[in-house]
């Protein structure tokens, strides 16, 4: 899609306050119902077992939660971004975790205390029942998932994998599934009942469906995304062009990043989020990477002609989220690439750009950023040198204010590694740069 000049929205809901509504009205609507379920469904068998019935129905609504979250749905992915939905799904995960065991273990001591026995008896006893079986294999997956997504054991996984073993998340959700369809107290309790659930688990399997796969397929089908052409920026950047057919029909917009494949020349699992680095134009995308794995390093190996499948885009780094007339873009190194896009697509208001390189020659696309902003009128502060240097931290409140006193009156972008961005945010909280005009995005599938 050709490039669309930016929005200023001022005085009105913002684009993530809408989404963040809708999705909270979503939950508090089920957990309406799902209460007033359980209410009409009337006690289980013991006391016990009616708590567990209780975390059970809950358990069902954050699986469907959980779906949701990486449906990497349009609509929420441009307001919120798919940093802060894998965020958001993964602590809903956690929740997850501990409301399928807890509802286990009340199931097994519910059971254990009508029979008058124990619960290793009793838990030998329930797995040799179907629906229950189910369950047990369900929660056992869940654990698993939940174990390798503790930060001290993920880091230590590559992450072809984690992913691998995490989508295993999606034959537990199956086995749930069966296990609540074989629960008549729940699934089947009244007409109403059973229309509510089949409809929740088709919506949320559909949206995934739809969103991981069918779309995916569907656009790679349509568009034909082939490369054009390989440009070597520096020793260790490369841009990648990339064509198509009907490509001012691609939902993108500058800022946005897509998950790039290449087959023939990686493997398929092998998949990079790379940001478009030039704005979307109708004929072509371009993607600016640095080599910093043997997947993004072989880039600049890629024979034109050859297929490439790209997912996307996705992303709320956009100026979708401008509130106020002026920006402030901050970059580090090749974070630039989303900021270089965004300056095409500025064509009113006053801009600046801080681009933060260790040197002058790391500073990747910096001749077009120049070029830009050139005809923009707008200005570059180039801040170069090693971190940890002598002198004030180019990112400190007081640097801030000395590059751009008006920081307070602009909406501010940034992109750059974890360390810089941190630092950034920190800065601009002290600063008390207001938070709805701040905007940083993390750029990544885990």
Same mark, same amino acid.
């Not at 989508?167 to 059973?194: D, I, R």
């Not at 399997?205 to 349509?222: E, H, I, K």
């Not at 007081?398 to 945010?425: E, F, K, N, W």
């Given at each position: 899609?050709?490039?669309?000049?930016?929005?200023?929205?001022?005085?009105?809901?913002?684009?993530?306050?809408?989404?963040?509504?809708?999705?909270?009205?979503?939950?508090?609507?089920?957990?309406?119902?799902?209460?007033?379920?359980?209410?009409?469904?009337?006690?289980?068998?013991?006391?016990?077992?009616?708590?567990?019935?209780?975390?059970?129905?809950?358990?069902?609504?954050?699986?469907?939660?959980?779906?949701?979250?990486?449906?990497?749905?349009?609509?929420?992915?441009?307001?919120?971004?798919?940093?802060?939905?894998?965020?958001?799904?993964?602590?809903?995960?956690?929740?997850?975790?501990?409301?399928?065991?807890?509802?286990?273990?009340?199931?097994?001591?519910?059971?254990?205390?009508?029979?008058?026995?124990?619960?290793?008896?009793?838990?030998?006893?329930?797995?040799?029942?179907?629906?229950?079986?189910?369950?047990?294999?369900?929660?056992?997956?869940?654990?698993?998932?939940?174990?390798?997504?503790?930060?001290?054991?993920?880091?230590?996984?590559?992450?072809?994998?984690?992913?691998?073993?995490?989508?295993?998340?999606?034959?537990?959700?199956?086995?749930?599934?069966?296990?609540?369809?074989?629960?008549?107290?729940?699934?089947?309790?009244?007409?109403?009942?059973?229309?509510?659930?089949?409809?929740?688990?088709?919506?949320?399997?559909?949206?995934?469906?739809?969103?991981?796969?069918?779309?995916?397929?569907?656009?790679?089908?349509?568009?034909?995304?082939?490369?054009?052409?390989?440009?070597?920026?520096?020793?260790?950047?490369?841009?990648?062009?990339?064509?198509?057919?009907?490509?001012?029909?691609?939902?993108?917009?500058?800022?946005?990043?897509?998950?790039?494949?290449?087959?023939?020349?990686?493997?398929?699992?092998?998949?990079?989020?790379?940001?478009?680095?030039?704005?979307?134009?109708? +004929?072509? =995308? !371009?993607?600016? #990477?640095?080599? $910093?794995?043997?997947?993004?390093? /072989? %880039?600049?190996?890629?024979?034109?002609?050859?297929?490439?499948?790209?997912?996307?885009?996705?992303?709320?780094?956009?100026?979708?989220?401008?509130?106020?007339?002026?920006?402030?873009?901050?970059?580090?190194?090749?974070?630039?690439?989303?900021?270089?896009?965004?300056?095409?697509?500025?064509?009113?208001?006053?801009?600046?750009?801080?681009?933060?390189?260790?040197?002058?020659?790391?500073?990747?696309?910096?001749?077009?950023?120049?070029?830009?902003?050139?005809?923009?009128?707008?200005?570059?502060?180039?801040?170069?040198?090693?971190?940890?240097?002598?002198?004030?931290?180019?990112?400190?409140?007081?640097?801030?204010?000395?590059?751009?006193?008006?920081?307070?009156?602009?909406?501010?972008?940034?992109?750059?590694?974890?360390?810089?961005?941190?630092?950034?945010?920190?800065?601009? +909280?002290? =600063? !008390?740069?207001? #938070?709805?005009? $701040?905007?940083?995005?993390?750029? /990544? %599938?885990?």
């Amino acid at each position: 899609m050709v490039a669309e000049s930016q929005t200023v929205r001022t005085g009105t809901v913002r684009p993530v306050d809408a989404a963040r509504w809708a999705m909270w009205t979503f939950v508090l609507v089920n957990v309406a119902v799902i209460e007033a379920l359980f209410i009409s469904a009337g006690s289980g068998k013991n006391d016990v077992l009616t708590v567990a019935k209780f975390f059970g129905l809950h358990a069902a609504l954050l699986i469907m939660m959980q779906l949701l979250l990486v449906a990497r749905l349009p609509w929420l992915d441009r307001r919120i971004g798919m940093d802060r939905l894998t965020v958001w799904h993964r602590w809903v995960g956690f929740t997850l975790l501990w409301t399928v065991l807890t509802h286990a273990t009340l199931v097994v001591l519910g059971y254990a205390t009508l029979d008058d026995t124990s619960m290793a008896k009793t838990f030998v006893a329930l797995s040799g029942v179907p629906a229950s079986l189910l369950g047990m294999l369900a929660a056992a997956v869940i654990v698993v998932i939940a174990t390798i997504s503790v930060r001290m054991v993920r880091r230590r996984l590559p992450y072809e994998v984690w992913h691998g073993l995490h989508l295993l998340l999606y034959v537990a959700l199956g086995l749930a599934f069966v296990h609540q369809l074989q629960e008549t107290t729940t699934f089947t309790s009244s007409a109403f009942a059973t229309a509510y659930w089949w409809f929740l688990w088709l919506f949320a399997f559909g949206a995934l469906l739809t969103g991981r796969l069918v779309t995916p397929l569907w656009r790679n089908a349509y568009h034909r995304f082939s490369v054009a052409a390989v440009v070597p920026e520096s020793h260790d950047v490369v841009s990648v062009y990339v064509t198509g057919r009907h490509l001012d029909k691609l939902p993108a917009r500058a800022g946005q990043f897509c998950i790039w494949r290449f087959p023939g020349h990686n493997h398929w699992w092998l998949a990079n989020p790379f940001s478009l680095s030039a704005a979307p134009d109708g +004929r072509g =995308l !371009r993607l600016t #990477a640095k080599a $910093v794995g043997s997947a993004s390093a /072989g %880039l600049r190996d890629l024979p034109v002609g050859s297929r490439a499948f790209v997912e996307g885009p996705y992303g709320a780094f956009t100026s979708l989220h401008r509130t106020r007339p002026g920006a402030l873009l901050i970059a580090g190194g090749v974070g630039i690439t989303p900021v270089r896009a965004m300056l095409e697509e500025q064509v009113s208001g006053d801009v600046v750009v801080l681009y933060r390189v260790r040197t002058e020659a790391d500073a990747v696309l910096l001749n077009e950023v120049r070029r830009l902003l050139a005809v923009r009128g707008g200005r570059l502060h180039l801040l170069t040198g090693r971190t940890g240097e002598a002198g004030t931290p180019p990112f400190a409140p007081s640097s801030l204010h000395q590059l751009v006193p008006d920081i307070t009156a602009r909406d501010v972008y940034v992109c750059g590694p974890p360390a810089m961005t941190a630092a950034v945010l920190a800065g601009l +909280r002290e =600063l !008390r740069v207001p #938070a709805r005009q $701040v905007h940083a995005e993390r750029f /990544g %599938l885990a």
